[in-house]
């Protein structure tokens, strides 16, 4: 069996179920729903009826900003997530300008897990369902020869905010993508995926940017998978895609590399994990294509372990005596 895709025993019975999902959701990314009519009273940026509800995670610049953009102009209603308030007023203008979706801003940052409930709770506030959430926040490799930083949650920074927040928004909001149903979760990875040592998640025995990076995201990878398997039957999708390598971002200025593709690229290889209609939920894609993932990634001890794991973490008080997780300059 080749390891890219789930198991075709639970994926044929299941195929009717998501070829309808796949299908309606490209139905409504692509139909370009108009200008939305805001409710009678409602505020400025609310959502119609008819348009769909999508949430990207560090939305306030680089390949999520983008993303964001195109997705309004289709007449989908975003909500833009970031830590800048004054960048995420931005690209709401921007998107109110346009003249076709609608977007309001929230502020959220995901090195601290309360405030990540704090952004769900604001979320299932204000919306009755979700279409779409991509799981785009994150913090690259960092500079060369940069320290470990713990976050004030006790936590390996890239680990919590590159897979942890996603884990904890994604559990929360399940219910609203429920309720959207058919809906689809993407989780924005990487190539560089990295084996996890389950009995050091933060690198206490020795840090390295890099890897600690590629251990982030290969976690997203297995919560992919685990949510396909989980809501095989309840209308919600889940990908993952490395969209496009060093695009031309703040995260790959950071490290002193140089660029080897756009933006618009990776945008391409998102939008085409959203409207997928040809592959099943739990697909990993590179760039445009499927493809297998870390041999971890199909380990199904390994997916026990990180699902149990991350759900004691994102319940846990925080660690006493842990140091406040400084933002890097590209942290999206």
Sequence with gaps: MNPAMPDPRRASASASLASLAAAAVTILLLSGCGEP???????????????????????????????????????????????????????????????????????????????????????????????????????????????????????????????????????????????GAPSRIVSITSRNQQALDFDDLRMDAGYAGGVAYGKSKLAQVLMTLDLAEEMADRGVQAFAVHPAPAMETALVRETGSTPQSTVEQGVEAVLNAIRSTDHPSGTYFFELEPRPAHDQAYDLEARRRLRELSEAMVTAAPAEGVGTAAAPSGAR
């Design 37 to 179: 009519a805001p409710a009678e009273g409602a505020p400025a940026g609310s959502v119609a009826d008819a348009s769909p509800v999508v949430l990207v995670t560090g939305s306030t610049d680089g390949l999520g900003r983008e993303l964001a953009l195109r997705l309004a102009a289709e007449g989908a209603h975003l909500i833009i997530h970031g830590r800048n308030a004054e960048r995420g007023a931005e690209v709401v203008a921007a998107i109110e300008a346009g003249g076709v979706g609608s977007a309001r801003f929230l502020a959220a940052d995901f090195a601290v897990l309360d405030e990540v409930r704090r952004l769900a709770d604001d979320i299932r506030r204000d919306y009755d369902r979700l279409d779409l959430l991509v799981n785009n926040a994150g913090v690259g490799p960092g500079a060369p020869g940069h320290e470990r930083v713990l976050t004030p949650d006790g936590h390996e920074l890239r680990f919590q905010v590159n897979y942890l927040a996603g884990f904890l928004l994604t559990r929360e909001l399940l219910p609203l993508l429920e309720a």
